[in-house]
Nanobody, 121 residues
Framework: VQLVESGGGSVQAGGSLRLTCAYT????????MGWFRQAPGKAREGVAA???????DYADSVRGRLTISRDDAKNTIYLQMNGLKPEDTAIYYC?????????????????WGQGTQVTVS
């Protein structure tokens, strides 16, 4: 599985961005996927993910501002980010193929993209 993120950039506080993660897969598996972020000097943290029941879940710090969605026909997931704050500044990563653990645990994911920088000033 290969993951390629895009859509990062620099915005002012209160602005919006939409991140895209295009993935390739050898089978028609519907992967459990999520978005993480890592700010300088901090650990990678889960931001949003799809749950095993088909729903979505979010970190408390982004709930109500960020929305994860997917288009299986295009093998793509998205992260719509509204009301951005300076503390949202980080490299954002797409992750795929989660095992049985919590969605916000990075070690549970088998595949990662290269990341896309989001800077909010």
């Amino acid at each position: 599985v290969q993951l390629v993120e895009s859509g990062g950039g620099s915005v002012q506080a209160g602005g919006s961005l939409r991140l895209t993660c295009a993935y390739t897969a050898s089978t028609n598996s519907r992967y459990l996927m999520g978005w993480f972020r890592q700010a300088p000097g901090k650990a990678r943290e889960g931001v949003a993910a799809f749950t095993v029941t088909g729903g979505t879940d979010y970190a408390d710090s982004v709930r109500g501002r960020l929305t994860i969605s997917r288009d299986d026909a295009k093998n793509t997931i998205y992260l719509q980010m509204n009301g951005l704050k300076p503390e949202d500044t980080a490299i954002y990563y797409c992750a795929a193929d989660r095992r049985g653990g919590p969605w916000h645990t990075a070690a549970e994911y088998a595949y990662w993209g290269q990341g896309t920088q989001v800077t909010v000033s």
